[in-house]
Protein backbone atom coordinates (compact mmCIF):
# COMPACT_ATOMS: atom_id res chain seq x y z
CA UNK A 1 0.00 0.00 0.00
CA UNK A 2 1.62 3.28 -0.42
CA UNK A 3 1.06 4.63 2.81
CA UNK A 4 3.55 1.81 4.18
CA UNK A 5 6.59 2.93 5.91
CA UNK A 6 6.08 7.15 5.37
CA UNK A 7 7.49 9.27 8.05
CA UNK A 8 5.26 12.31 9.55
CA UNK A 9 6.39 15.70 8.19
CA UNK A 10 6.45 18.99 9.58
CA UNK A 11 3.87 22.06 8.81
CA UNK A 12 5.51 24.43 6.92
CA UNK A 13 5.45 27.91 8.49
CA UNK A 14 7.41 30.45 6.30
CA UNK A 15 8.94 33.73 7.53
CA UNK A 16 8.08 35.41 10.82
CA UNK A 17 8.34 38.64 9.02
CA UNK A 18 5.77 37.73 5.96
CA UNK A 19 2.35 39.00 5.66
CA UNK A 20 -0.66 36.24 4.98
CA UNK A 21 -3.94 36.94 3.94
CA UNK A 22 -6.29 37.28 6.70
CA UNK A 23 -10.57 36.90 6.06
CA UNK A 24 -13.31 36.74 8.63
CA UNK A 25 -13.63 33.75 8.39
CA UNK A 26 -10.58 32.61 10.25
CA UNK A 27 -12.55 33.68 13.34
CA UNK A 28 -15.68 32.12 12.51
CA UNK A 29 -16.96 29.37 14.81
CA UNK A 30 -18.38 25.58 13.84
CA UNK A 31 -21.70 25.39 13.29
CA UNK A 32 -21.85 21.81 12.38
CA UNK A 33 -20.53 19.86 15.09
CA UNK A 34 -17.87 17.16 13.90
CA UNK A 35 -18.43 13.48 14.78
CA UNK A 36 -16.97 11.18 17.19
CA UNK A 37 -13.93 10.00 15.96
CA UNK A 38 -13.55 6.82 17.35
CA UNK A 39 -12.23 3.18 16.51
CA UNK A 40 -16.15 2.30 15.19
CA UNK A 41 -15.86 5.81 13.19
CA UNK A 42 -12.68 4.66 11.71
CA UNK A 43 -13.45 1.03 11.07
CA UNK A 44 -16.71 2.13 8.78
CA UNK A 45 -14.61 4.46 7.11
CA UNK A 46 -11.38 2.61 6.04
CA UNK A 47 -13.51 -0.54 5.76
CA UNK A 48 -13.62 -0.30 1.77
CA UNK A 49 -10.10 0.74 1.15
CA UNK A 50 -7.66 -0.97 3.58
CA UNK A 51 -8.93 -1.34 7.20
CA UNK A 52 -5.55 -1.65 8.84
CA UNK A 53 -5.80 2.23 8.12
CA UNK A 54 -7.91 2.27 11.36
CA UNK A 55 -5.36 1.56 13.36
CA UNK A 56 -3.60 4.57 12.92
CA UNK A 57 -3.46 7.11 15.68
CA UNK A 58 -5.77 10.20 13.11
CA UNK A 59 -5.41 14.00 14.34
CA UNK A 60 -8.75 16.01 13.18
CA UNK A 61 -7.60 18.87 10.84
CA UNK A 62 -11.18 20.68 9.93
CA UNK A 63 -14.42 19.82 8.72
CA UNK A 64 -17.38 21.32 6.92
CA UNK A 65 -21.03 20.58 6.20
CA UNK A 66 -20.43 17.20 4.67
CA UNK A 67 -17.14 16.00 5.41
CA UNK A 68 -14.70 15.99 7.99
CA UNK A 69 -10.67 15.49 7.11
CA UNK A 70 -8.15 13.77 9.60
CA UNK A 71 -4.50 13.45 8.98
CA UNK A 72 -1.98 10.63 10.23
CA UNK A 73 1.80 11.40 9.53
CA UNK A 74 1.95 11.72 5.44
CA UNK A 75 -1.79 10.38 5.00
CA UNK A 76 -4.98 12.37 4.81
CA UNK A 77 -8.16 10.69 5.15
CA UNK A 78 -11.51 13.18 3.68
CA UNK A 79 -14.84 11.04 5.24
CA UNK A 80 -18.39 12.28 4.18
CA UNK A 81 -20.09 13.05 7.09
CA UNK A 82 -23.77 12.89 5.37
CA UNK A 83 -25.24 10.88 1.79
CA UNK A 84 -25.08 14.42 -0.35
CA UNK A 85 -21.09 13.91 -0.27
CA UNK A 86 -19.53 12.42 -2.91
CA UNK A 87 -15.60 11.52 -2.23
CA UNK A 88 -15.29 9.20 -5.20
CA UNK A 89 -16.26 12.70 -7.55
CA UNK A 90 -13.65 14.57 -5.46
CA UNK A 91 -11.02 11.99 -6.42
CA UNK A 92 -11.82 12.02 -10.06
CA UNK A 93 -11.79 16.02 -10.00
CA UNK A 94 -8.33 15.80 -8.06
CA UNK A 95 -7.04 13.68 -10.60
CA UNK A 96 -7.72 15.71 -13.34
CA UNK A 97 -6.52 18.59 -12.18
CA UNK A 98 -3.54 16.88 -10.49
CA UNK A 99 -0.98 18.08 -13.87
CA UNK A 100 -2.40 21.47 -14.33
CA UNK A 101 -2.33 22.60 -10.66
CA UNK A 102 -0.91 21.72 -6.75
CA UNK A 103 -3.19 19.50 -5.26
CA UNK A 104 -3.05 16.49 -2.93
CA UNK A 105 -1.93 13.24 -4.85
CA UNK A 106 -5.00 11.12 -4.35
CA UNK A 107 -3.79 7.25 -3.10
CA UNK A 108 -7.05 5.69 -2.42
CA UNK A 109 -11.14 6.63 -2.63
CA UNK A 110 -14.46 4.59 -1.79
CA UNK A 111 -17.70 6.50 -1.98
CA UNK A 112 -17.09 7.26 1.64
CA UNK A 113 -13.57 8.13 2.32
CA UNK A 114 -10.95 9.44 0.41
CA UNK A 115 -6.91 8.91 0.94
CA UNK A 116 -4.76 11.82 -0.07
CA UNK A 117 -1.13 12.53 0.56
CA UNK A 118 -0.31 15.44 2.83
CA UNK A 119 1.56 18.79 1.29
CA UNK A 120 3.30 20.44 3.71
CA UNK A 121 2.05 24.28 3.66
CA UNK A 122 1.33 27.60 5.19
CA UNK A 123 -1.13 30.50 4.97
CA UNK A 124 -1.23 32.35 1.73
CA UNK A 125 1.47 35.33 2.01
CA UNK A 126 0.10 38.72 1.22
CA UNK A 127 2.35 39.65 -1.47
CA UNK A 128 2.27 40.70 -5.50
CA UNK A 129 3.68 37.19 -6.12
CA UNK A 130 1.28 35.01 -4.77
CA UNK A 131 -1.34 37.25 -6.40
CA UNK A 132 0.08 36.13 -9.79
CA UNK A 133 0.52 32.64 -8.73
CA UNK A 134 -2.84 32.53 -7.30
CA UNK A 135 -3.97 33.55 -10.71
CA UNK A 136 -2.34 31.37 -12.76
CA UNK A 137 -3.84 28.38 -10.47
CA UNK A 138 -7.15 30.00 -11.67
CA UNK A 139 -6.48 30.11 -15.39
CA UNK A 140 -4.90 26.64 -15.18
CA UNK A 141 -8.07 25.08 -14.19
CA UNK A 142 -10.22 27.43 -16.06
CA UNK A 143 -8.81 25.87 -19.31
CA UNK A 144 -10.34 22.27 -18.75
CA UNK A 145 -13.66 22.57 -21.31
CA UNK A 146 -16.58 20.59 -20.83
CA UNK A 147 -19.77 20.38 -24.07
CA UNK A 148 -22.22 21.17 -21.75
CA UNK A 149 -22.38 23.46 -18.24
CA UNK A 150 -23.91 21.63 -15.70
CA UNK A 151 -23.00 19.71 -12.16
CA UNK A 152 -20.55 16.73 -13.27
CA UNK A 153 -20.63 13.06 -11.48
CA UNK A 154 -18.30 11.21 -10.35
CA UNK A 155 -17.30 10.22 -13.98
CA UNK A 156 -16.95 14.24 -14.79
CA UNK A 157 -19.69 13.91 -16.88
CA UNK A 158 -22.77 16.32 -16.78
CA UNK A 159 -25.93 14.45 -16.31
CA UNK A 160 -28.26 16.84 -16.38
CA UNK A 161 -27.20 20.18 -18.65
CA UNK A 162 -28.68 23.25 -18.10
CA UNK A 163 -29.86 25.50 -20.76
CA UNK A 164 -27.36 28.63 -19.63
CA UNK A 165 -25.03 28.97 -17.56
CA UNK A 166 -26.41 31.93 -15.86
CA UNK A 167 -29.53 30.25 -15.35
CA UNK A 168 -28.38 26.94 -14.18
CA UNK A 169 -26.03 28.95 -11.37
CA UNK A 170 -29.10 31.27 -10.81
CA UNK A 171 -31.58 28.01 -9.92
CA UNK A 172 -29.00 26.65 -7.79
CA UNK A 173 -28.48 29.80 -5.25
CA UNK A 174 -32.39 30.62 -5.06
CA UNK A 175 -32.40 27.11 -3.85
CA UNK A 176 -29.86 27.85 -1.83
CA UNK A 177 -31.28 30.95 -0.56
CA UNK A 178 -34.30 29.33 -0.19
CA UNK A 179 -33.00 26.61 2.42
CA UNK A 180 -30.24 27.55 5.74
CA UNK A 181 -28.31 29.92 3.42
CA UNK A 182 -30.93 31.93 3.25
CA UNK A 183 -32.31 31.89 6.89
CA UNK A 184 -28.44 32.44 7.83
CA UNK A 185 -28.30 35.42 5.33
CA UNK A 186 -31.51 37.08 6.12
CA UNK A 187 -32.40 40.26 4.29
CA UNK A 188 -29.29 40.53 2.48
CA UNK A 189 -31.06 37.19 0.36
CA UNK A 190 -33.43 39.99 -1.15
CA UNK A 191 -30.25 41.77 -2.37
CA UNK A 192 -28.82 39.20 -3.60
CA UNK A 193 -31.21 38.41 -5.39
CA UNK A 194 -32.13 42.18 -6.78
CA UNK A 195 -28.32 41.77 -8.11
CA UNK A 196 -28.94 39.00 -10.00
CA UNK A 197 -32.00 40.30 -11.25
CA UNK A 198 -30.36 43.99 -12.08
CA UNK A 199 -27.23 42.26 -14.19
CA UNK A 200 -29.13 39.20 -15.45
CA UNK A 201 -28.96 40.37 -19.70
CA UNK A 202 -25.09 41.34 -18.92
CA UNK A 203 -23.85 38.05 -17.74
CA UNK A 204 -25.92 36.49 -20.43
CA UNK A 205 -23.93 37.85 -22.74
CA UNK A 206 -20.33 37.49 -20.79
CA UNK A 207 -21.19 33.57 -20.72
CA UNK A 208 -18.69 31.66 -22.70
CA UNK A 209 -18.16 28.09 -23.45
CA UNK A 210 -18.29 25.70 -20.85
CA UNK A 211 -15.22 25.27 -18.24
CA UNK A 212 -13.90 23.64 -15.52
CA UNK A 213 -14.81 25.83 -12.27
CA UNK A 214 -13.59 26.02 -8.97
CA UNK A 215 -16.66 27.31 -6.76
CA UNK A 216 -14.99 28.28 -3.45
CA UNK A 217 -11.67 29.93 -4.41
CA UNK A 218 -11.15 31.56 -1.45
CA UNK A 219 -7.47 32.31 0.82
CA UNK A 220 -8.97 30.13 3.39
CA UNK A 221 -8.92 27.60 0.91
CA UNK A 222 -5.79 28.11 -1.27
CA UNK A 223 -2.22 27.64 0.50
CA UNK A 224 1.26 28.44 -0.10
CA UNK A 225 3.38 25.52 -0.08
CA UNK A 226 7.74 26.48 0.76
CA UNK A 227 8.88 25.98 -3.06
CA UNK A 228 6.12 28.67 -3.71
CA UNK A 229 3.34 27.06 -5.35
CA UNK A 230 0.10 27.89 -4.67
CA UNK A 231 -2.07 24.73 -2.79
CA UNK A 232 -5.26 24.01 -3.02
CA UNK A 233 -6.46 22.23 -0.17
CA UNK A 234 -10.13 22.48 -0.63
CA UNK A 235 -11.01 19.79 -2.74
CA UNK A 236 -14.35 19.17 -1.35
CA UNK A 237 -17.80 19.16 -3.14
CA UNK A 238 -17.20 22.74 -3.30
CA UNK A 239 -14.01 22.12 -5.71
CA UNK A 240 -14.65 22.44 -9.50
CA UNK A 241 -18.11 20.57 -9.30
CA UNK A 242 -19.69 23.77 -11.01
CA UNK A 243 -19.20 24.45 -14.84
CA UNK A 244 -20.67 27.68 -15.70
Known sequence: MPWEGQRRSKMWAGSARMAFVTTPEDAWERSIALPVIDRAFLDRAFAAIDPRLAEREWTVLAGGLRTVNLRSGELVARIAMGEEADVQREAAVLRAVADRVCVPEVLAASEATMVVRFVPHGPLPASEQAGRAVGATAAAIHAIRFAEAGFFDGDLRVREPWSSAVDGLRAHDDA???????????????????????????????ARPPVLVHSDFKPTNVKWTADGRVLQTSYGTSLVDLIP
Open 176 to 206: MLEGGAGARLGTRARAIRALWDRHDARMQDA
